[in-house]
């Protein structure tokens, strides 16, 4: 990976350099027996598409604020990179009232009216397919997003130094503090390329999206998201770990 990389963009765009065909998420669904497999390159599609949604379709600038109310997902990992793509700060406070546009999986739809903004809706059913029914006041992210253009340039670079993350509890990390985070993560956990890192935690604090997908990230690894894997038992989660090659596990 490329050191002088200040923000998640950055770090997929030195991913995308170095392997584009290799894995970068990998997601279960253990209650539906749903797997998802996206290589650099695919991965790199999503966000771009996501990203011109964000500021094409959703007029988002550097400094809005998006509530992500996604559970761990890869289309949640999409978004949190398709959001440092914009310079949007993503807000995982679980407070939507105060953004400026807010981002909800089908169980937070109720949370997500608090605001007042634009609001995205994802059905989160598998092959990423639309609601049968769009929610009354949501776009529906499955019907917008494939029409949106394969590469994305931000109108305004984004400034690492700009706050970029904000936690649960109010601390705002800027882009530059995530991806220098990010490696420490990956340090600490000592992932490396080739890396392979099974995480069943929520992306509900530093430590779920840390573990699902910027430390992976910020090491050239990959990630197997498994938020769902406490429905399997032992045997089946051993056999996920030899099939998957997981070299390191979170928690």
Not at 15 to 34: H, I, K, W
Not at 89 to 107: E, N, Q
Not at 113 to 138: D, H, K, T, W, Y
Not at 158 to 187: F, H, I, K, S, Y
Request: net charge negative; charged share 20%.
């Amino acid at each position: 990976m490329n050191a002088t990389d200040r923000t998640a963009a950055g770090l997929l765009g030195s991913a995308l350099a170095d392997d584009p065909a290799r894995p970068l998420v990998t997601f279960y669904d253990d209650a539906t027996g749903e797997r998802v497999e996206l290589s650099v390159a695919t991965f790199a599609n999503w966000v771009a598409k996501t990203a011109n949604l964000l500021q094409d379709e959703l007029s988002a600038e550097p400094g809005d604020r998006l509530a992500l109310l996604l559970p761990a997902h890869w289309q949640a990992a999409v978004w949190l990179v398709a959001g440092a793509s914009v310079g949007v700060v993503t807000d995982l406070t679980g407070d939507a009232s105060g953004a400026d546009l807010v981002v909800s999986g089908p169980d937070t739809l109720e949370q997500a009216r608090a605001c007042s903004g634009e609001r995205v809706a994802l059905s989160l059913r598998p092959l990423g397919v639309r609601f049968p029914q769009p929610p009354e006041g949501f776009m529906d992210y499955a019907v917008e997003v494939p029409g949106q253009g394969d590469r994305f340039a931000p109108y305004v670079p984004v400034d690492p130094e700009a706050p970029a993350l904000t936690l649960p509890g109010g601390e705002e990390l800027t882009a530059a503090r995530v991806v220098e985070r990010a490696r420490q993560d990956a340090a600490a956990r000592g992932l490396g390329a080739g890396s392979r890192l099974l995480s069943a935690l929520p992306y509900d604090d530093w430590d779920g999206i840390s573990a699902g997908l910027l430390a992976p990230l910020a090491s050239g690894g990959s990630v197997v998201l498994a938020p769902r894997a406490g429905l399997l038992d032992d045997a089946a989660r051993d056999k996920r770990a030899e099939s998957e090659r997981i070299t390191h596990t979170a928690p």
